[in-house]
């Protein structure tokens, strides 16, 4: 019996790599593959996704709200917000802009376009001048006054152990008084004849009548629209001291730090935003918000004392039916807490710090 042959296997074309520094490759390369193609795969750039016509690309793991393809389901659903600003906002404010440059008798019955008349007589008026800086008194006051009361409160918060709730409440109930009220409770707490606080302050000598003296008549309504606006404060501070990481203030009492030296060194900086918004709400309600406390209290005296811009323009809208100037009054009054809201973001907000 003849001896078989061995069968010879083809040998498996060996390739010739340089030898490379590092790690070796764990990629092999396949017979017929040279290096220049192996190359000129790995360099092809890789063209980035293009989100598909309305379908915007956004990161995973997000959420988008579907209201449908249409945009009238979106439309319904903004529309009564929609009315409200166009019945209430705009149309009032087109309309002010309109009645601004004209002249017309009470009545509506002769109507003359007189441009920019009725501003320029405003500005050449010394009464509405006057009334100007005691606008700024007014609010700059006010504003202080809220915000330095508030965070004294929000810091005794923390302080209270008992009757804790009890305390929130009587902070709190101011805010459900009507500004007519808080202003004629001040102004019957603060009457020089039957008023108890008034007759507190004979008693320390101090001379104190409201009705006659114009400073006193300031700080009356000042410190009745301060008292109003206090819990509002109160609750963004209140709110925003919980969100305070308790483990820098433990920290600091470890270090050695007191409470309030924790509240003013600690706190107090991480509620800088609440603090930066606060204080632009309280200059829009001195603004347009305080006309109800003017009213009942003082009437815009003694001459003129309290005649703040709001006031101003309701007295010469609708008591000497000067519609023409009290418009322009209401452009201008909205262009003045404009440019107070713009300097303020111009200049105090980089000095906030938005980090926690």
Same mark, same amino acid.
């Given at each position: 019996?003849?001896?078989?042959? %061995?069968?010879?296997?083809?040998?498996?074309?060996?390739?010739?790599?340089?030898?490379?520094?590092?790690?070796?490759?764990?990629?092999?390369?396949?017979?017929?593959?040279?290096?220049?193609?192996?190359?000129?795969?790995?360099?092809?750039?890789?063209?980035?996704?293009?989100?598909?016509?309305?379908?915007?690309?956004?990161? %995973?793991?997000?959420?988008?709200?579907?209201?449908?393809?249409?945009?009238?389901?979106?439309?319904?659903?903004?529309?009564?917000?929609?009315?409200?600003?166009?019945?209430?906002? /705009?149309?009032?404010?087109?309309?002010?802009?309109?009645?601004?440059?004209?002249?017309?008798?009470?009545?509506?019955?002769?109507?003359?376009?007189?441009?920019?008349?009725?501003?320029?007589?405003?500005?050449?008026?010394?009464?509405?001048?006057?009334?100007?800086?005691?606008?700024?008194?007014?609010?700059?006051?006010?504003?202080?006054?809220?915000?330095?009361?508030?965070?004294?409160?929000?810091?005794?918060?923390?302080?209270?152990?008992?009757?804790?709730?009890?305390?929130?409440?009587?902070?709190?109930?101011?805010?459900?008084?009507?500004?007519?009220?808080?202003?004629?409770?001040?102004? /019957?707490?603060?009457?020089?004849?039957?008023?108890?606080?008034?007759?507190?302050?004979?008693?320390?000598?101090?001379?104190?009548?409201?009705?006659?003296?114009?400073?006193?008549?300031?700080?009356?309504?000042?410190?009745?629209?301060?008292?109003?606006?206090?819990?509002?404060?109160?609750?963004?501070?209140?709110?925003?001291?919980?969100?305070?990481?308790?483990?820098?203030?433990?920290?600091?009492?470890?270090?050695?730090?007191?409470?309030?030296?924790?509240?003013?060194?600690?706190?107090?900086?991480?509620?800088?935003?609440?603090?930066? /918004?606060?204080?632009?709400?309280?200059?829009?309600?001195?603004?347009?918000?305080?006309?109800?406390?003017?009213?009942?209290?003082?009437?815009?005296?003694?001459?003129?004392?309290?005649?703040?811009?709001?006031?101003?323009?309701?007295?010469?809208?609708?008591?000497?039916?000067?519609?023409?100037?009290?418009?322009?009054?209401?452009?201008?009054?909205?262009?003045?807490?404009?440019?107070?809201?713009?300097?303020?973001?111009?200049?105090?907000?980089?000095?906030?710090?938005?980090?926690?």
């Amino acid at each position: 019996m003849k001896a078989s042959s %061995p069968i010879l296997w083809p040998e498996a074309p060996t390739v010739q790599t340089a030898p490379q520094s590092g790690l070796a490759r764990s990629q092999h390369t396949s017979p017929g593959e040279s290096a220049a193609g192996r190359k000129a795969v790995a360099d092809r750039p890789v063209k980035a996704r293009t989100p598909r016509r309305g379908h915007p690309d956004r990161e %995973p793991g997000l959420k988008r709200a579907n209201f449908g393809r249409g945009a009238g389901l979106p439309t319904l659903l903004l529309l009564p917000q929609l009315l409200i600003l166009a019945f209430f906002f /705009f149309i009032p404010s087109l309309r002010a802009l309109m009645q601004s440059v004209l002249l017309s008798d009470p009545f509506g019955s002769n109507v003359q376009l007189v441009w920019f008349d009725n501003f320029k007589a405003l500005f050449a008026n010394g009464e509405y001048r006057q009334s100007i800086v005691t606008t700024i008194w007014f609010t700059v006051a006010q504003n202080v006054i809220t915000l330095a009361v508030a965070v004294v409160l929000a810091f005794a918060t923390d302080r209270v152990v008992r009757g804790r709730s009890v305390y929130r409440t009587l902070i709190l109930l101011p805010y459900a008084i009507a500004p007519a009220i808080a202003g004629i409770l001040w102004a /019957f707490l603060f009457n020089p004849v039957v008023g108890p606080l008034a007759h507190m302050l004979h008693a320390l000598g101090i001379s104190w009548d409201p009705n006659r003296n114009p400073n006193d008549a300031l700080w009356l309504v000042i410190m009745a629209a301060s008292w109003k606006h206090i819990c509002y404060d109160y609750i963004f501070l209140a709110v925003g001291l919980l969100a305070v990481p308790a483990s820098l203030m433990e920290a600091a009492a470890v270090d050695g730090a007191g409470p309030i030296r924790r509240f003013f060194l600690i706190a107090l900086p991480m509620l800088g935003p609440t603090v930066f /918004f606060l204080a632009v709400m309280n200059f829009i309600y001195g603004f347009f918000e305080t006309f109800a406390i003017i009213d009942a209290v003082t009437h815009g005296g003694p001459a003129g004392a309290t005649n703040i811009l709001v006031y101003k323009v309701y007295v010469d809208g609708f008591v000497n039916l000067d519609l023409g100037s009290s418009a322009a009054q209401s452009v201008l009054l909205m262009t003045f807490a404009l440019i107070c809201t713009l300097l303020q973001f111009r200049y105090f907000d980089h000095k906030v710090n938005y980090g926690v």
